[in-house]
């Protein structure tokens, strides 16, 4: 089984919420509800970042969701410049925390460097399906 859902953003505040809500949904779409809270918080800091730091004024980002099998691949585009750096913030500072968290939460993290922009990328391990119910023993001359 494959699935993949994609929406783009502009570079609005307003669409750290829409990408939130963008992910929710289609998780609760493939029934995957037991992600969506580290997912939320892990689109949240990315998208933030794509704001703050990848997507030039007048342009969007993306926020895509992949799944195959077991795994569910969470991506943010942005068309800017540089690469994000995981940093060590001291304790008192506001920021720099988003990507060592999001790198905590998802089973495998990366980054993809494009002609034009980057991607970065996080893949969860979701559970897998129950397996059906054994069919109940009947015995011989039973009824």
């Known amino acids: 089984m494959s699935l993949s859902q994609q929406r783009r953003f502009p570079r609005r505040?307003?669409?750290?919420?829409?990408?939130?809500?963008?992910?929710?949904?289609?998780l609760i779409e493939w029934q995957l509800h037991s992600l969506i809270e580290d997912i939320e918080l892990c689109v949240s800091e990315l998208a933030t970042n794509a704001l703050l730091?990848?997507?030039?004024?007048?342009?969007?980002?993306?926020?895509?969701?992949?799944?195959?099998?077991?795994?569910?691949?969470?991506?943010?585009?942005?068309?800017?410049p540089g690469q994000p750096v995981v940093q060590c913030p001291d304790d008192d500072a506001c920021s720099g925390r988003g990507l060592r968290l999001v790198r905590a939460l998802a089973d495998d993290f990366g980054i993809n460097d494009h002609i034009?922009?980057?991607?970065?990328w996080l893949v969860f391990k979701a559970p897998a399906a129950p397996a059906p119910a054994p069919a109940p023993l009947t015995t011989p001359g039973s009824s």
């Open 13 to 26: 505040r307003t669409s750290v919420g829409a990408s939130r809500d963008f992910v929710t949904g289609v």
């Open 116 to 120: 034009v922009g980057k991607t970065v």
């Open 53 to 80: 730091h990848g997507a030039p004024p007048g342009r969007e980002f993306s926020v895509g969701l992949h799944r195959v099998e077991e795994l569910v691949r969470l991506e943010v585009r942005d068309s800017g």
